[in-house]
């Protein structure tokens, strides 16, 4: 691995076998038979506070699989809340033309783990709405609970970086006054990884490139430093009305440029290939397919 690249933990499918590891550039040394008896997944992982040792005990080991042989996984199956926060880019508040300020608080949603699908893995478009849409977004991951957690304390209680496409069925967002929820849970709509990054500095949050791009094209583009609300307020804010415990994941919000926002409006259809990338955590990549009912 190029000392460059930071460690990189994977939950993957291989031989019928939901696993975990650890990305290496010539593949995945396998750690599931190591710490199989303590940890069934990354989420216990991250819940016993020890990505570091999981990534150290990788040391030596020669990879198992390559990519090719895999499923890639989501990397938390099973969080107890998986919180979205909409509306968090300057340009993307502009979006919606309503005249108003960017707003004193975040707009929020919670998302079913069921929605999302892994990296390399194809978005699902249903039958009952061509409006598949894309969002690029950065996610954490909690490692350490809490209530009313202090903004100066908030990186203490983050234990991971991840990557979202926080895919939408636009029409279906709009069925409902007060909601988002109906076209946001969608099966297999949207994506999450394609690992978990170790989080140690917030080096690695506070100013980073996030980009969105659609068969190869930009189409959103941003850095973290820009956003409304940042990590620190959000774990603040979120932990003010309920208790955060590990695992638990929140997608931080996405820059202007998803497809409802062009004229005409350009939705994913299969074949597409979507990828969300971010600096130091890596490039989520997904292609769309049509559910087959």
């Known amino acids: 691995m190029d000392q460059n690249t930071p460690p990189r933990l994977v939950a993957f499918r291989a031989d019928g076998v939901d696993r975990y590891g650890v990305m290496r550039d010539a593949g995945i040394v396998d750690l599931t038979p190591v710490f199989g008896s303590r940890f069934k997944g990354l989420q216990q992982i991250v819940e016993a506070g020890a990505l570091d040792e999981v990534i150290a005990a990788a040391e030596g080991r020669a990879p198992t699989f390559n990519e090719a042989e895999v499923e890639f996984l989501i990397p938390i199956a099973a969080p107890e809340k998986l919180i979205c926060i909409g509306v968090n880019f300057p340009d993307r508040n502009a979006e919606y033309k309503d005249g108003q300020e960017a707003p004193p608080y975040p707009s929020m949603f919670i ?23 894309y969002e690029g977004e950065v996610a954490i991951v909690i490692g350490k609970g809490g209530r009313r957690i202090a903004r100066e304390d908030a990186y203490d209680h983050i234990a991971a970086l991840t990557l979202c496409n926080e895919g939408t069925i636009r029409d279906w ?5 007060f909601n988002v929820t109906q076209g946001k ?27 969105t791009r659609v068969n190869g094209e ?3 583009q941003d850095r973290t430093g820009r956003m409304i ?23 931080c919000g996405t820059p202007t440029g998803a497809g409802a926002r062009f004229d005409p409006p350009i939705w994913l259809k299969p074949g597409d290939v979507i990828e969300v990338e971010a600096e ?10 049509d559910e087959r009912c």
Do not use: M
Not at 112 to 119: A, K, L, M, Q, V
Not at 280 to 289: A, K, S
């Open 111 to 133: 998302r079913f783990p069921r929605s999302f699908t892994g990296h390399n893995q194809p978005l699902i478009r249903p039958p009952e709405s061509p409006q598949l849409d």
């Open 173 to 177: 967002v709009r069925h409902a006054k």
């Open 185 to 211: 849970n969608w099966d297999r709509s949207g994506a999450i990884g394609p690992w978990l990054v170790p989080f140690h500095d917030g080096a690695q949050l506070d100013d980073i490139a996030l980009e």
């Open 218 to 220: 930009i189409r959103q």
């Open 229 to 251: 609300f940042d990590f620190r307020y959000i774990v603040n804010y979120v932990s003010t009305f309920t208790t955060l415990v590990p695992g638990d994941v929140i997608v």
């Open 280 to 289: 130091g955590i890596g490039c989520l990549r997904n292609t769309v397919e």
